[in-house]
């Protein structure tokens, strides 16, 4: 089989608090844990949110796990710091690590997967020009052969249509609930 990458991307936001935060956590490490055990396949958890530093809003994208870098105890080790706070910077923090994705892919299957609960929203950020900035970074990525799958991940309210069209129109055929 050909070598392989896997980039698991969860929403850090607020509003992912609880179960969906914790459900996609437990995803994320199973998945990892199955790379670990498959020779040639890494797999890379990264959070995003935004978040204050020295006083200003940014948007925020962790790299928490990196198989090529970092062994499973690494994942133990964060978990106790993994919370959810902030904001939804979905597109901007896709376009901050665009170079990563793409380089890290070359010559290898590869596969962004995006766990999230909500829209794009960060200040001025939002609305349908988030949805079109996003939908461009995951355009970005397939163009580059990257197979892409994002997961709106519901709570107990569901979804609204309203959120369901956005979300198709950010991740098409890409999208799942």
Not at 113 to 118: H, R
Request: aromatic share 12%.
């Amino acid at each position: 089989y050909n070598p392989g990458i896997i980039h698991i991307s969860i929403d850090n936001s607020g509003s992912m608090n609880g179960d969906r935060f914790d459900n996609a956590f437990t995803t994320a490490v199973a998945i990892a844990k199955a790379c670990s055990m498959i020779e040639n396949m890494d797999c890379v958890i990264s959070f995003r949110a935004g978040a204050e530093f020295a006083g200003n809003n940014c948007p925020v994208m962790l790299i928490a796990y990196d198989s090529r870098k970092h062994g499973m105890s690494q994942i133990k080790t964060m978990l106790p710091y993994c919370c959810t706070s902030g904001v939804t910077p979905e597109g901007l923090c896709f376009d901050a690590i665009m170079k990563e994705i793409i380089n890290s892919s070359k010559g290898k299957d590869a596969y962004f997967v995006n766990m999230s609960d909500g829209m794009p929203w960060y200040g001025g950020y939002y609305g349908a020009d988030a949805h079109k900035h996003t939908r461009n970074q995951v355009k970005k990525m397939t163009k580059e052969g990257i197979k892409v799958i994002s997961y709106f991940i519901t709570g107990s309210y569901g979804i609204k249509e309203s959120e369901r069209n956005a979300f198709n129109a950010m991740y098409g055929k890409e999208a799942q609930y």
